[in-house]
C-alpha cells in the first residue's frame, strides 16, 4: 500500500504521458489563480497601508512623476521600473496608488509566470512553487514597491518555462517569442541580470536537437538586444559608451570582482534591506535556517525528477537559479535580499517538487507528516514576522520624511527649492524640491559654486545627520533642527540665505 500511495501521487508521472490532458484541466486555474490571488491580498492588506517610497524608488518614480523634479538617474540603474510605473505615476503623486497598482500587477506576474509552466509539471506542484516563493518575505514585501528585482523574477521564471514548451518535441509555436520577451522585458529591468538569465538558455539551447536549436539560439540574444537597446544608447549619450557606463556602475558597486558576499546574505535575511556594510549584531540567527535548508530540498527535487525520467523541467531552472545568484553571491561586497529574488523563483520549482514527495511519502506516517506541516508554517510563519518588521520601519520612513517636509515649509523651502546632503533625494521628493549633490554617493550632477549660485535664486537647503558638520560652502548658512529620520541620531538643515523671489523652476 505505500508504495502504491507514492506510485500515484509521483509529482511527475502524469507529465510522462503529455501535456495535452494537463493543460486543459479546470483545475489549473483555481489552483495558480488562487495561489496569486492570495500573493495580491497580502500585499494590499499588510505591506500597502502606510509604506512610503525607499530611497532607490523615489529615483525611479521621480523619473516620470508630474509633480515632482527627477532625481539622478545613476549608471547602474535601468528605466524598466520606470516605464512600469508611469501609466500611475504621471497622473498622481499617491503613493497608495501606486502601491495598489504595484500590487496587483505583482499578483497578475506570478500568475502569469507559473501559468507557462503548466503541462510541464502537475498544476499542484506549480502552486506549491508559486506559494513557497510568494511567502518570502522579500517577495511580499517588493510586490508593491517600485524595484525590478520582484520583476526580473518573474521574466526569468516566465523565460524558463517559455524555453522549456519551445524545446519539446510539439513545441508551442509562439513559445520562441516568449523566450525572446521574457529576455526583453528582464533586460529592461536590469541588463545584468538578463544576461546571466540569457547564457544559461544558450547553452541549453546547444543540446536541443537541430530542428528546434536555432530558435532557441537566436530568441535569447533577440531579447537581450530589444531589452537592452535603450540602456546602450543611454550609456552612449550620457556617459560615453557601454564600457565607460559599466565602469561607472561598477564604481558605484564598490567594484566588481571576486567579493563572497553569503555571509552578508545570511545577515540580511533577518529584515534587512540592505546590509552595507553588513556588520553589527546578527540577533536571529533563526531567520536563516531555510536558506541552509534550500540547496537541500532542491537537490532532492533534482533526484525526484530524474527517477521520474522528467529532469529536464526541474534541472534547467536550478540551473538558470545558480547563475542568477552568482554574481551576487560572489562579485558584490555587500548584501540585499531582493537581489536573489530572480534565483528563489526558479530554485522553487525543484524545493516544491521534493515537497511533494515528501508530502506523498509521510501520507501514511502521521508523525512524519505532521512534523512537516509544522517546519513549513513555521517557516512562513517567520517570514510574516519578517515582513511585519520591514513594513513597519517603512511607515515610520514615511511619518518621518513627512515632518521633515512640513518643517521645510515652514523654514520658507517651498518649489521652486533644492535640497542637496543626506538623505536629499527622499526629502526633496516629500518636499517638492529638486535634489542635488555635490558630495558622496552615486550623484555628482552639480559643483559647490553651481549649487551655491542656484542658493541665490531659489530656497536651497543642505542635510546634515548626527555631530556631521555642513560642507565647506555652507557652514555660514543657517542651522535648524529637523525631526528624526529613523537611522539618524539628529537631522538638521542649513538653509542659504533667503533669496529674492524670482520665477522658475529647480532644474
Sequence with gaps: ?????????????????????????????????????????????????????????????????????????????????????????????????????LAVLAAGGLLLSLWVWRGLLPTRVLALAGGLFAGLWTALFYGPQAMPNLWVAFGALFTVGCFLRAARPHRDRLAPAGVAAGV?????????????????????????????????????????????AEWAVEAYLRYGGLLPRLRRASEIQGGLGWNPAFTDQLRALGGRTLCRPCDGPWPRPVTTLWWFALPLLAAGGLVAAYRSGRGRPVALPTAVALFLAAPYLLMIGYAAPRFLLPAYALLAIPVAVCLDRLFAACRTRPLALTA????????????????????????????????????????????????????????????????????????????????????????????????????PWARSWQPHSLPDVPGRPAYRAYLAPTPPATPGEAR
Excluded at 552615486?442 to 535664486?457: F, K, Q, V, W, Y
Aim: hydrophobic share 50%; proline share 7%.
Design 1 to 101: 500500500m505505500p508504495q502504491k500511495a507514492i506510485t500515484v501521487s509521483d509529482p511527475l508521472a502524469n507529465a510522462r504521458a503529455g501535456s495535452a490532458a494537463v493543460r486543459t484541466r479546470p483545475g489549473d486555474l483555481v489552483w495558480l489563480g488562487s495561489v496569486a490571488s492570495l500573493y495580491g491580498l497580502l500585499q494590499l492588506l499588510f505591506v500597502v497601508p502606510g509604506t512610503g517610497l525607499g530611497w532607490d524608488e523615489t529615483v525611479y518614480v521621480s523619473q516620470v512623476s508630474g509633480d515632482h523634479p527627477a532625481a539622478y538617474f545613476s549608471a547602474p540603474r535601468a528605466r524598466g521600473i520606470t516605464y512600469l510605473v508611469a501609466p500611475v505615476a504621471a497622473f498622481t503623486s499617491s503613493v497608495p496608488v501606486l502601491r495598489v497598482y
Design 372 to 471: 512537516l506541516c509544522a517546519a513549513l508554517v513555521s517557516h512562513l510563519a517567520v517570514q510574516f514576522a519578517i515582513t511585519g518588521g520591514v513594513v513597519a520601519r517603512s511607515r515610520a520612513d514615511r511619518v518621518a520624511f513627512t515632518a521633515v517636509a512640513a518643517e521645510l515649509h515652514r523654514l520658507g523651502v517651498r518649489p521652486p527649492c533644492v535640497l542637496s546632503g543626506i538623505e536629499a533625494v527622499r526629502a526633496a521628493f516629500a518636499t517638492g524640491c529638486a535634489a542635488r549633490q555635490v558630495y558622496g554617493g552615486h550623484d555628482g550632477s552639480i559643483t559647490a559654486r553651481e549649487l551655491a549660485s542656484l542658493a541665490r535664486t531659489r530656497p536651497t537647503a543642505v542635510l546634515v545627520s548626527g555631530d556631521s558638520p555642513p560642507p
Design 184 to 228: 526583453a522585458f528582464a533586460a529592461l529591468m536590469r541588463p545584468g541580470d538578463a544576461l546571466w538569465l540569457a547564457l544559461p538558455l544558450l547553452c541549453a539551447a546547444l543540446a536541443v536537437p537541430a530542428g528546434r536549436r536555432t530558435a532557441l539560439v537566436v530568441a535569447p540574444v533577440v531579447g537581450l538586444a530589444v531589452g537592452g
